[in-house]
């Protein structure tokens, strides 16, 4: 017997501490090390970035302030920040995982939008006060779509790198093979120019180690035949069983750094009636749901549309569209892994 919840139902109380401990890499990335990436012979740039990562891992929590570290430190090998630029499945986020395990603590490692999520739930002010105190701040997916998120991150690294933190970060890319959407290294250096010269580069190249492009979206089940189809296939197990509209809509009522504590304890969810969002606040809130379900590898059974049809053409072609495609590619992994039993790299 499955037990049944609701996530419409739920409404997570998170305290400053439980915000802070989900700055952890996600369960996928809980194992992973520089040891268990193995570089592709073939690309050069793969085995030099786990040797500059694993240099930099040492230098986290070294101080390199003072007199001399401010006349001498700028050197290359010096810098307060890296950066690693690289296509769609390269390893970035396995790479910055294993520099997060290999650092000293205390150190947080979370994407760009968990951090302006949780400059939003406790204050500029605060979130620096208490970053402040840490020897490594991890972001992965640095984004540049929303011209006020990257002036806020902009200041927040800028005072955490003045404080003595080191910064890492990974760029953004957009799967499928819709162009090489990742924005380059200098739209990231352009953008946050009063501290670029602060982080080194590090280029991966390669190709996507999960050989996956856009996968084709598992027909949905039919609502009739949804329960029955979730209960049989996750006998024994936490199922989250939510209306597609309504989940919409208490979505609105919780603050996106709670979504992780939202799904918390769910093997698998169940989405009634699956439809196409229309407006662009909603969409960008479900983004971040499918960021959680996916960090924890939470398989998807579903009727309605198929999640390649869950935003609408302008909004894949939109300003916001590397997100946007993310999601779908996300949600269709995990449908795939809840209908069809696949693995979700
Ligand atoms: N060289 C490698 N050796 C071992 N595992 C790898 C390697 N490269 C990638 N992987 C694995 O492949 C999967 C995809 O890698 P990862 O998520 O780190 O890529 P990414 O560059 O962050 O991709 P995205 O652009 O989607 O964020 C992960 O499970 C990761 O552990
Ligand atoms: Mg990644």
Redesign the pocket.
């Known amino acids: 017997m499955a037990t049944i919840q609701h996530l419409t139902q739920r409404t997570p109380h998170v305290s400053i501490d439980d915000l802070l401990a989900g700055f952890h890499p996600s369960p996928?990335?809980d194992e992973?090390s520089f040891d268990?990436?193995?570089?592709?012979p073939k690309q050069p740039s793969?085995a030099e970035a786990v040797h500059l990562l694993r240099t930099f891992a040492s230098r986290v929590g070294q101080s390199e302030g003072g007199l001399f570290g401010k006349l001498f430190g700028k050197s290359k090998a010096k810098r307060a920040g890296i950066y690693l630029d690289?296509?769609?499945?390269?390893?970035?986020?396995?790479?910055l995982s294993s520099l997060w395990h290999a650092a000293p603590g205390p150190k947080a490692i979370g994407t760009f939008v968990e951090y302006t999520n949780l400059v939003g739930a406790l204050s500029f002010r605060k979130t620096v006060e208490v970053l402040s105190g840490y020897k490594l701040i991890c972001i992965d997916?640095f984004e540049l779509d929303d011209p006020g998120d990257t002036v806020l991150m902009s200041r927040l690294m800028r005072e955490l790198a003045d404080a003595g933190v080191k910064i890492a970060a990974?760029s953004n890319?957009l799967?499928g093979s819709l162009g090489d959407g990742r924005f380059a290294a200098v739209d990231f250096q352009r953008e946050i120019k009063v501290l670029s010269d602060q982080f080194d580069v590090v280029r991966i190249d390669g190709e996507d180690?999960?050989h996956r492009g856009l996968p084709a979206a598992p027909e949905p089940v039919a609502d009739a035949d949804l329960l029955d189809f979730a209960r049989s296939r996750y006998d024994g197990q936490v199922l989250a069983v939510d209306h597609f509209g309504d989940l919409v809509k208490h979505l609105a009522g919780v603050h996106p750094s709670r979504y992780r504590q939202l799904i918390s304890g769910v093997d698998a969810l169940v989405l009634h009636n699956v439809d196409t969002i229309t407006e662009q606040a909603v969409a960008l809130r479900f983004v971040v749901l499918a960021d959680r379900l996916y960090d924890k590898d939470v398989p998807i059974v579903a009727s309605g549309k198929p999640f390649s049809e869950l935003f609408t053409p302008e909004m894949m072609a939109g300003g916001y569209m590397k997100k946007y495609f993310r999601a779908v590619s996300r949600l269709t992994a995990l449908a795939r892994e809840g209908q069809k039993g696949e693995v979700a790299?």
């Open positions: 996928r990335f992973v268990s990436y193995r570089p592709d793969q690289g296509g769609f499945g390269v390893g970035k986020t396995h790479l997916e990974t890319t799967p180690f999960r790299l």
